[in-house]
């Protein structure tokens, strides 16, 4: 039999990988997959053309071998056998079409048979797998196969593949080095070929691919520094080849800051966070062939990105802030004066220390373009803040983004995600108290909290949003019982409070109670029944909330016996519940050590000081 035209079986060979590229958007909607399976009759037809696998004595036990990955998964080297003959350019010209068969299957969720075809690829390159010829395709085999095993959660297959796969490519690179061929070159004609330049950028590419699909692997197996590793330098890879879309890029660079703002790596997290303001700013600039919104989803797309980029923001602000006063704060969470000078003395060695970690962090970008990122970071600090003034500048940039997130993360549309941005910027200036000196403004902080919390609740179905109430309604209680404290620390230092004082305390006291009633009543269950065993999730802010109950009523302001009497009453009622809880489930006593022993302490007194009230009252 003759052999098939070449100029046909290349013919076929593009109209299937034009078929391919079609969006699925652009099928019938009845028909998602048309262009797929178009493509799929066409690459069949290739495959029977060229017939079946060419015998090699070498390649026919290692058809037999398990999954496909064989000793390279294993991280065993690869030598260099070139892909020369005709038996060899068959196996290779058979292996891109199984290749191209297996992603064909995957994309129309046909992944048995997609494995299959990507396996085959695989066993038929293996010999030459280090070649110029066959390393790229082979790369992208296991790579697919990576993401394949990954999508139905066997984690460690899927980092056998794509761990054999960045091994491949770095042994190429050291023993090579040269551009290979893109699998796409086997069915062009030799003036068809690629310059070298566009083959180097796509074999970078893919592997900028695999260290992407890796960082996800090891983000799943909770490897997280190495995820996080390998994460940042996708990116910077992405933006050395300029292959990337600025909103995927942004969005990519401000989630990884959240890792760095968890370990307290505040520095490499303003980084990626003012290289994500700097590239999404290019939104609209750039276009590559990675962009794949349809361009009418851009505008919402565009507004949610930069909502969510602001929030990252927010965090690193907060996270900066609550460090800060982690650092510097007493047993009783007030200003150690002490450990805010030491600091100071430490600030120095921090600012000398900066240059020897910069030289160590990847850093994003060259040129103009890393000194449009240091611009935005030369406006941030990374330091903790030491003093009010320090403090207020970070929380003008947070207050500024809670703005900018707000914009996109509205009431209507995004309940959950509006609230915690309102909580956040309830936290903020919480934080910022913290470094207040004057009191007055402190209450007037809290305040601001309080207003900006409220109306949340007020629309809220508890049904629906239970714990977000409960969350709002223990912060709002808090607001006001902290408001309490400072108006009574300011009255103290009155010879004589007023009238109005008196009153403004005992109203933030009561405005306190019922909030923290509010929470401890969602707790009960529907017979209004309180449990006898709290869950873990909620037991400690239940615990507090008792406790602050306890101490709210002892701080009530009253001029009648028989009311102090009362409230006395209830205050041991609530400190009793405590003690006595405790030693029921003792591992709830590991949940509130400071409030327990407290507790202890007022349910020995309080019952001393009512007597003497009675005595009080009994005499008058």
Known sequence: MANPPWAEIREKFQAALALSRVELHKNPEKEPYKSKYGARALLEEVKALLGPAPEDEDERPQAEDGLGAGDHALGLPAEVVEAEGPIAQGAVRLAVIEFHLGVNHIDTEELSAGEEHLVKCLRLLRKYRLSQDCVSLYIQAQNNLGILWSEREEIETAQ???????????????????????PTEHFLPEEEKLAEQERSKRFEKVYTHNLYYLAQVYQHMEMFEK????????????????????LEWAINAATLSQFYINKLCFMEARHCLSAANVIFGQTGKISTEDTTEAEGDVPELYHQRKGEIARCWIKYCLTLLQNAQLSMQDNIGELDLDKQSELRAL??????????????????????LCDAISAVEERVSYLRPLDFEEARELFLLGQHYVFEAKEFFQIDGYVTDHIEVVQDHSALFKVLAFFETDMERRCKMHKRRIAMLEPLI???NPQYYLLVNRQIQFEIAHAYYDMMDLKVAIADKLRDPDSHIVKKINNLNKSAL?????????????????????????LRPAMLAKFRVARLYGKIITADPKKELENLATSLEHYKFIVDY???????????????????????????????????????
């Open 347 to 368: 600030r120095k060695k921090e600012l000398d220390a900066e240059e020897r970690v910069r030289k160590k962090a990847v850093q994003f970008g060259t040129g103009e």
């Open 227 to 246: 995820a996080a590793h390998y994460c940042h330098s996708t990116l910077k890879r992405q933006l050395e080849h300029s292959a990337y879309h600025p």
């Open 582 to 620: 405790c030693e029921k489930h003792p591992e709830a006593a590991q949940e509130i050590e400071v409030e327990l022993e407290l507790s202890k302490e007022m349910v020995s007194l309080l019952p001393t000081k009512m007597e003497r009230f009675r005595t009080k009252m009994a005499l008058t």
């Open 458 to 460: 007020v629309d809220l």
């Open 514 to 538: 019922k909030y923290y009633q509010l929470f401890l009543d969602s707790l009960r269950d529907p017979n209004k029944v309180f449990p006898e065993h709290i869950g873990e999730d909620v």
């Open 160 to 182: 056998a593949y794509l761990e054999s796969s960045e091994a491949l490519y770095n042994q190429y690179m050291k023993e090579i080095g040269s551009p290979p061929l893109d």
